[in-house]
């Protein structure tokens, strides 16, 4: 073995964790988080671009824009499932370095593309897929942080990992706005598209949004091959990590996740595009990194009130203010007037409402991720109970292994709601003119996740208290 490679970890032993264990893991998280974060950046690149593509020559459509924005996500949940298995096949070291290094293609094939307004559809639908290759890190990248810390920190790691892994959201929205509009790369990064705004010619570098992040992956990648670490004992094979297939709580903590993450990463997508249509006198481009911003910020605190009031208690908590969000979305969109137009509406409450939806998504984040290791820990602790202290001992380390698997994989369901839900605004404008029956239907799935948290978790006497 190479000594990149651990061939002791103990994590749980407190001699260990303090003499060695504690500045090992601390080094392959503020690894990891880079590398996340450069992940979700990627991923969410065309909610900013499909706002300048007019301006840069391109003519697709409303419903168009609406797939290119969320492609990303579908193609990046189904990756994710993938993903969720490879730290513990081939080394968390290891695939974090490649899935980081593959972050280069979609960066650098948008950045050309972008600057020929002739570029094809079905290229850009392409490269839209290859972005989803940002959002599949996050499976792996949690499954592999998820070894290296004892029980009692586990919370707050995943919830560092993944709250400012989550930041490459607002990251991305809120330098990608400013970056194109600058010659950032000179003669090095291609001329630059005009156009004209109120008879004045404008000046767009759009393939900066994607060529300015290609130093930054280069060195993440660099950093995680010779910074990082695998875990010998942390190997383990596929049949061993499908044992969660059989869980019913893997399916049931899936389908939370669609309302949490589900929630945040599809109202990242579409809360631009969604404002430009019904607000368009907003000048949202300047604005939408902060509803992102907000809901990564918070996951963090979302996991530490979580270990405080218990996983479910939290959960069951934002779904209640998932579900109001949306009423106060509902009730502030604009009508349509007597020649069928969009008109109105209250944008201060509208904002508010969305702000209210991300920071209840990022709390919603760190919660159910405390609950998903004290659900398989349980499980395999309750299986083992009573066959001698061998057994006892072996549940930990699956369990270890079950928490990981799950939650890579609970990630990857999760994310299909960053698909689901630009597609639904983007259907419902096109069906009915406006976006009240995608609410509708956000709206009653947001109360069944009520209903279920309180039955399975939450409620005196559940199943599985968390």
């Known amino acids: 073995m190479s000594s990149a490679v651990l061939k002791r970890w103990e994590p749980e032993n407190a001699a260990f964790w303090q003499n060695e264990g504690k500045s090992i893991a601390r080094r392959n998280l503020w690894i990891s988080i880079p590398c996340l974060t450069l992940g979700f950046v990627i991923s969410v690149l065309w909610s900013m671009v499909t706002l300048n593509l007019p301006n840069a020559g391109f003519t697709f459509t409303k419903d168009q824009l609406f797939l290119l924005t969320a492609l990303p996500h579908l193609s ?105 509009t600058l010659p950032l790369f000179g003669a090095f990064g291609g001329d630059a598209q005009t156009y004209l705004k109120d008879g004045v010619e404008k000046s767009l570098w759009l393939q900066n949004a994607g060529f300015m992040w290609v130093p930054l992956i280069a060195v993440a990648t660099l950093a995680a091959w010779f910074g ?55 000048p949202i481009a300047k604005i939408a990194f902060i509803g992102p911003m907000i809901g990564a910020l918070i996951r963090p605190i979302g996991g530490m009130i979580s270990d405080k009031l218990g996983g479910a208690k939290v959960t069951l908590g934002v779904f209640f203010g998932m579900a109001a969000g949306v009423l106060g979305v509902l009730s502030a969109l604009p009508a349509k007037d007597a020649a069928g137009q969009l008109a109105g509406g209250n944008w201060t409450v509208f904002l508010i409402s969305f702000l209210c939806l991300f920071a209840a998504a990022g709390i919603g984040n760190g919660s159910t991720y405390k609950m998903i290791p004290n659900i398989f820990s349980t499980l395999c602790k309750r299986e083992a109970k009573g066959k001698g202290e061998a057994e006892e001992k072996n549940a930990v380390l ?69």
């Not at 959002?135 to 400012?164: R, T």
């Not at 695998?230 to 094979?237: C, F, H, L, T």
């Not at 019913?248 to 990242?268: K, P």
Request: glycine residues 10%; proline residues 5%; hydrophobic residues 50%.
């Open 76 to 180: 990046g949940a189904t990756l994710r499932i993938f993903y969720s298995f490879m730290p513990s096949m081939v080394g968390g070291r290891k695939w974090t370095t490649v899935s980081t290094g593959l972050l280069l293609i979609p960066a650098l094939w948008l950045g050309f593309a972008v600057q020929d307004p002739t570029t094809s559809y079905p290229v850009m639908l392409a490269i839209a897929l290859l972005c989803g290759l940002g959002s599949g890190n996050f499976a792996s990248s949690m499954a592999n942080i998820a070894y290296f810390f004892p029980s009692k920190e586990k919370g707050k790691a995943n919830g560092l990992n993944a709250g400012f892994g989550n930041l490459g959201v607002s990251l991305a929205q809120l330098l990608i706005p400013l970056m194109i």
């Open 228 to 282: 990082m670490n695998d875990i010998a004992d942390a190997r383990a094979s596929f049949a061993e990590q499908a044992v969660i297939f059989k869980r019913r709580d893997n399916w049931i903590m899936c389908y939370l996740y669609i309302g949490t993450f589900g929630s945040f990463i599809g109202f990242a997508g579409a809360f631009a595009l969604l404002t430009k249509t019904l607000f368009p006198e907003i």
């Open 398 to 466: 699956r369990g270890v292994k079950e928490s990981a698997a799950a939650a890579g994989f609970i990630s990857a369901i999760g994310a299909y709601g960053g698909f689901f839900i630009p597609q639904s605004f983007g259907l419902s404008m096109k069906n009915t003119g406006g976006p009240e029956v995608a609410l509708y239907c956000f709206l009653a799935f947001y109360v069944t996740c009520v209903l279920i948290t309180w039955y399975f978790y939450a409620r005196k006497n559940a199943p599985l208290p968390c």
